[in-house]
């Protein structure tokens, strides 16, 4: 398949204006917005367009255009706010093609689309852009190089953990504190059965490589009977910070805030719900280095509590 993207021009203003006003005025909204609203919309749009052609993209198969789309500044990235394909060219292939092209020149991204627009939808979600906001009728996708690229790497590993033997295990048993061996990276890829333990360690492997700020933290919830503990990754990109979770199913995704505190009171009070009248200030975290791989589940938890125990109000 191929295809040319070039700069739009002014003689493109006419299409890129019908374009938008399909992609701004849906079907549903066409038939309940008023002639003067629609008036003003399009009035609007042809303003917009004006002042901004030359910041389109046109994409052309030969000579015949394919479709168009638009990148903006968005928060610390840029906002996908305009990608449409013309109708005969839908459903053969060449959405996928130009949108895999804008992914690998932007390792952080974000789109939007109404809830109506299957078509975007189902395209975004193929190349792994997650819902990020939703508004009305009105969803923000986000995508993120890291996030992907690490999914598809852990995508096969199940729950449960290797012990000093190799045996996999795929439930936390009475031996656990004593057996548990913690995997390297290699080790991990190699068995595809790990706890959020094992999983940081290749996630930590992963970011380091790639020269990634990042951090790891330790949750423990101290009990008589039994003591919950759960281990998670935590990196940035501009100015914002990302909690990667894989492990913890409920929660499996990328969460976005602007501060680091903010981000540690959201993932305690979630893991403080895993407990039966479980209290917030009961819950510990600790920010840990690298530990020792090959260790037991006793000597990782001293490593873990034994670095700097974080304050959380």
Do not use: C
Request: aromatic content about 16%.
């Amino acid at each position: 398949m191929k295809f040319k993207i070039v700069d739009a021009t002014e003689k493109d203003i006419e299409i890129l204006n019908t374009i938008k006003s399909l992609t701004m005025i849906t079907d549903s909204m066409d038939k309940q917005l008023s002639f003067e609203d629609k008036e003003k919309i399009k009035k609007n749009i042809n303003k917009n367009i004006r002042e901004n052609f030359e910041s389109y993209k046109m994409i052309y198969d030969n000579t015949k255009l394919v479709g168009v789309y638009l990148l903006i500044p968005y928060l610390n990235s840029f906002m996908l706010d305009e990608f449409y394909i013309m109708t005969d060219y839908q459903h053969k292939g060449y959405g996928k093609e130009i949108l895999k092209s804008i992914v690998e020149n932007n390792s952080h991204l974000y789109a939007w689309s109404y809830k109506e627009n299957e078509y975007l939808i189902k395209l975004l979600k193929e190349f792994n852009f997650n819902e990020y906001k939703i508004k009305d009728n009105l969803i923000i996708f986000m995508y993120d190089e890291i996030y992907t690229k690490l999914n598809q790497e852990l995508r096969d590993v199940k729950f449960g953990y290797v012990d000093k033997k190799g045996n996999k295990h795929l439930e936390i048993d009475k031996e656990f504190k004593d057996i548990y061996y913690l995997q390297s990276p290699e080790e991990l890829k190699d068995s595809k059965v790990g706890l959020s333990f094992d999983l940081v360690e290749f996630e930590r492997n992963f970011v380091y490589k790639r020269n990634i700020k990042h951090q790891t933290y330790f949750m423990l919830y101290p009990s008589n009977d039994t003591s919950l503990s759960h281990s998670f990754l935590v990196y940035k990109v501009g100015d914002k910070y990302y909690w990667y979770e894989y492990s913890w199913l409920k929660f499996r995704g990328l969460h976005e805030y602007k501060r680091l505190e903010e981000l540690y009171i959201d993932v305690l009070k979630k893991f403080t719900k895993l407990v039966k009248d479980g209290k917030y200030s009961k819950v510990k975290l600790y920010e840990y280095n690298k530990p020792k791989h090959g260790i037991n589940y006793t000597k990782f938890l001293s490593n873990s509590i034994n670095t700097r125990s974080t304050k959380v109000k």
